[in-house]
C-alpha cells in the first residue's frame, strides 16, 4: 500500500532536548512538507522540499530543521531552540511542483509532541 | 501576505438541514483544495478546485470556487453525525508552486 508513515505517534520531550520526528513515503512523490498544527489553529508551514538534497523555510522554520538525503524520507528535528515545541506535527507529500501542476498534498497520521 | 479566512469557525447543525461554509482569500488563485479533519486525525483530502466556476460534488458536500470574488464554498445538504468534523480550505497563490496557505478550520458538529 502507497502511503505516508509518521513516527513515533506520540513523542515526549523534556526541556533542552532535540528530538527527531520521522516521515516516509513510498508515493514517489518529489514534494515533501512539514507542518505545525496548534488546538483549534489551521497548519503552519515549517519546512518544504522539492528535491532531494534541497529544502526551503517555509512561515515558521526557527526552531526546527530538516534533511532531505533520499526521496522518500524528509526527517524533522525540533531543536533546544524551538521555544514552544507542544504541537500535533503533520508531514505531507504531493508529486511535483511545478507553476502549472496543482499541489494537491497528501498528508501522513501525525506525531504528537509534548514537552515536559 | 496571503490570507485565507473561513467562516464560520464553529458551526452546530441538526440533522437533515443545510450549510455552507465560506472561505475567502486575498490573492490571486485559481488552486484550492478542501480537506477533512477528524479529532486527532491527519487531514484528509475533499476535493481540488482548478478553475474559476469548478463544481465538485461527493455525496452529500459540494465545494465551488469563484475566483473572481476570490471565494470557494463548502454546501452540506441534509446532514448527517458522520460529517461532523474540522474542514479547511487551503489556497495556493497564482505561480507560487510552492506552497499551501490553509484557513483556520470550521468545526463541524451535526447533532442529531
Known amino acids: 500500500d502507497g502511503g505516508i508513515t509518521q513516527s513515533p505517534k506520540y513523542l515526549f520531550r523534556k526541556e533542552g532536548q532535540n528530538v527527531t520526528l520521522s516521515c516516509e513515503q513510498n508515493?514517489?512523490?518529489?514534494?515533501m512538507y512539514w507542518y505545525r498544527q496548534d488546538p483549534g489553529q489551521g497548519l503552519r508551514l515549517i519546512y518544504y522540499?522539492?528535491?532531494?538534497?534541497?529544502?526551503q523555510k517555509g512561515d515558521i522554520a526557527e526552531g526546527y530543521s530538516v534533511s532531505r538525503e533520499k526521496k522518500e524520507s524528509f526527517p524533522l528535528t525540533v531543536t533546544s531552540a524551538q521555544k514552544n515545541p507542544t504541537a500535533f506535527y503533520l508531514c505531507?507529500?504531493?508529486?511535483?511542483?511545478?507553476?502549472?501542476?496543482?499541489?494537491?498534498?497528501?498528508f501522513g497520521p501525525g506525531t504528537r509532541l509534548t514537552v515536559l | 501576505e496571503l490570507k485565507v479566512e473561513q467562516n464560520p469557525l464553529f458551526l452546530s447543525m441538526q440533522e437533515g438541514k443545510n450549510y455552507t461554509i465560506y472561505c475567502n482569500y486575498s490573492?490571486?488563485?485559481?488552486?484550492l483544495y478542501w480537506y477533512r479533519q477528524d479529532p486527532g486525525k491527519s487531514l484528509e483530502s475533499l476535493f481540488v478546485?482548478?478553475?474559476?466556476?469548478a463544481v465538485k460534488q461527493e455525496g452529500r458536500l459540494m465545494a465551488s470556487l469563484d475566483t473572481k470574488a476570490r471565494l470557494s464554498t463548502l454546501h452540506i445538504t441534509a446532514a448527517v453525525h458522520d460529517l461532523s468534523a474540522t474542514y479547511f480550505c487551503?489556497?495556493?497563490?497564482?505561480?507560487?508552486?510552492?506552497?499551501?496557505?490553509f484557513g483556520s478550520g470550521t468545526q463541524l458538529t451535526v447533532l442529531p
Open positions: 522540499s522539492q528535491i532531494v538534497n534541497d529544502f
Open positions: 478546485l482548478l478553475s474559476n466556476g
Open positions: 490573492t490571486t488563485s485559481d488552486r
Open positions: 508515493l514517489n512523490h518529489d514534494a
Open positions: 487551503a489556497v495556493d497563490p497564482t505561480g507560487s508552486a510552492r506552497q499551501l496557505t
Open positions: 505531507a507529500s504531493s508529486i511535483r511542483l511545478t507553476a502549472s501542476s496543482y499541489n494537491e498534498q497528501f
